[in-house]
């Protein structure tokens, strides 16, 4: 139950992120406690529409030009999150640094955040002769503020941020974001009742009531098919495939970490569901699936040991929208805007970029230059660059890393490598090699070596051949059952 009273704001608000009709945030929470819930071999992931995905939704129907065309992207993400379990390409999360994936993460935040802000304030109309630009809509939207509106707005997010700390104990079970709905929706009432007229219909969420076949019908949009052989879908559907499976992986690798029972979930099993989940939801007209780690702790911390929670949560909102959409419909974009500011500063996580700078300059200039890259350009582009600055580092890290060390005993110098030897070495070991003095003996001491590169071994040979000439003894030895490939 905990589940539900979490899931019904973020939902709403994550499709009001994205632009998109608010039923489709329901119908994505539907599908991914009843079905990505079913075939999920996780006890306690609770899977639904992400935040994450919000700025690459909104981004991604204004390319595509259509909500409909979206969805055709959607499901064609699940068909590459299918191949990628069937490929047992779980696995890849793990060889992404942690430092690009919190600078994605990070970015996604700041512009979650950025695009909360004007509903916030009351800005709710969305076309207003103004560009279609983030930060352009967010300084226009200071130019019309609603005064009564930002109060609540304002106080709602001081709630959803203090309530964490200063709430009775008792009351720490319900969640900030219940609190915020619960006291956003009463404020709007009260402002309205007694005849201050802040809130009108368009600061408000704006559900279909569904009452008949007829009516779900109308109200559920489809993949617009005809737009299959545009090669923008399927750049679209791979974005969403890699960030949804990037976030459906550190999501699951953090719920088994907390789960009180301690069980693993298997990466790539845990792919093809939510490729399914996703085929579905697109073909419904849902938002991106991913596993939720704010839902999936909430369903820990509430008692949750199986999928049954999970499977119920689904259940209970789909009964919320064929019987209490009227009632939702009270809930004001302004306590929505709130609860994903929170969600926005979450991903942000200022403790994180402080880590990341005690932890060094290779960790922390990959994350701001994601975050930066990302901003500017798109999110692939922006990891792409991330991964490479990343790349850079690693290589200059293990180019400084000691290959091995010279013991000096007189007339014989014994040079014993290190554990691990690669081509990057090469210049250091050749160098010391090439300048190794006439009429001497050399021991090359590989003894404590797991791994040399092909190429450092034929720069030995090619050395033991030129030490004849110079009067070099050379005794090579210690690489019994050395591995010589990473493969």
Request: net charge positive; glycine share 8%; proline share 3%.
């Amino acid at each position: 139950m905990a589940v539900f009273f979490v899931s019904i704001p973020l939902c709403l608000g994550i499709a009001h992120a994205s632009g998109v009709p608010l039923l489709s945030g329901l119908i994505s929470g539907i599908i991914g406690g009843l079905i990505v819930g079913s075939l999920s071999k996780s006890p306690l992931s609770v899977s639904g529409p992400a935040a994450g995905l919000a700025t690459i939704a909104v981004n991604s129907i204004q390319e595509l030009g259509s909500h409909e065309a979206f969805l055709l992207a959607v499901s064609f993400a699940g068909v590459f999150q299918l191949i990628l379990g069937w490929l047992r390409a779980g696995i890849i999360s793990k060889y992404i640094p942690h430092c690009v994936i919190h600078g994605m993460l990070a970015a996604i935040g700041l512009l979650l955040i950025f695009k909360q802000i004007p509903h916030l304030v009351g800005y709710d109309i969305e076309v207003m002769g103004v560009e279609d630009n983030t930060l352009t809509t967010v300084f226009h939207s200071f130019l019309h503020i609603n005064f009564g509106i930002s109060i609540i707005g304002l106080l709602s997010l001081s709630i959803i941020f203090l309530w964490p700390k200063y709430a009775p104990a008792k009351l720490k079970i319900l969640p900030g974001s219940v609190i915020v709905v619960l006291f956003s929706t009463l404020a709007a009432y009260l402002y309205n009742h007694w005849g201050l007229n802040s809130f009108t219909t368009d600061h408000f969420v704006d559900i279909p009531i569904i009452n008949s076949l007829s009516s779900l019908s109308e109200n559920i949009r489809m993949p617009d098919w005809a737009m299959v052989n545009n090669s923008k879908i399927y750049l679209v559907a791979l974005t969403l495939a890699i960030v949804a499976s990037i976030e459906t992986l550190l999501s699951i690798e953090a719920v088994d970490k907390i789960d009180p029972l301690k069980r693993h979930t298997s990466s790539s099993k845990e792919l093809l569901a939510q490729g399914i989940g996703n085929i579905v939801s697109g073909c419904v007209g849902g938002l991106p699936i991913t596993s939720v780690i704010v839902r999936s702790s909430v369903n820990v911390s509430a008692g949750g040991r199986t999928k049954t929670s999970t499977i119920l949560h689904g259940f209970l909102i789909l009964l919320g929208v064929m019987f209490f959409a009227g009632f939702l419909n009270y809930i004001p974009l302004t306590g929505l805007a709130a609860v994903l500011i929170h969600t926005g500063y979450k991903l942000v996580s200022p403790r994180k970029f402080l880590k990341q700078y005690k932890q060094g300059w290779d960790q922390f200039i990959p994350s701001i230059i994601t975050v930066i890259s990302i901003l500017l350009s798109d999110l692939l582009i922006g990891v792409a660059i991330g991964l490479t600055v990343s790349a850079f580092f690693i290589v200059a890290k293990s180019y400084a890393s000691s290959s091995f060390i010279v013991e000096d005993h007189g007339h014989k110098k014994i040079m014993i490598l290190g554990e691990s030897i690669h081509f990057l070495h090469k210049y250091k070991i050749v160098r010391f090699l090439n300048n190794f003095p006439s009429e001497s003996t050399l021991e090359i001491n590989a003894s404590r070596t797991i791994f040399i590169d092909n190429d450092i071994e034929d720069a030995i040979n090619d050395f033991k051949e030129m030490a004849k000439e110079k009067n070099i003894t050379v005794i090579y030895g210690g690489l019994v059952n050395k591995k010589r490939s990473f493969f």
